[in-house]
């Protein structure tokens, strides 16, 4: 608590470690387009999910499972209470 959070650095340490794709998860897309905003490359994937209280957080959820599933992010056991 007493040192700077440097959110910037750890963000390109992580796309320099093979990073790509950024899920957020919130009530809004802050660092999402933070990291639109350090890493302007074709090659980086940055998603937020619930950045709008009035949006469906289910639909997004499943939106973003599509979307992950495109790029080829392998995804277990997304939804363990579904019913069948």
């Known amino acids: 608590m007493s040192s700077k959070v440097q ?5 390109q340490n992580i796309y320099k470690n093979g990073g790509k794709v950024f899920v957020e998860f919130g009530p809004k897309n802050t660092l999402k387009k933070l990291v639109e905003n350090i890493l ?5 994937f940055a998603f937020s999910v619930n950045n709008s209280p009035k949006s469906n957080s289910d639909i997004e959820l499943r939106s973003l499972a599509v ?3 495109v790029l080829g992010v392998e995804l277990n056991n997304f939804d ?3 019913v069948d």
Do not use: E, G, K, N
Request: proline share 12%; no cysteine; net charge negative.
């Open 7 to 11: 959110f910037s650095q750890m963000i």
């Open 40 to 44: 302007p490359h074709d090659d980086v």
């Open 67 to 69: 979307s992950l599933s």
């Open 80 to 82: 363990p209470w579904q």
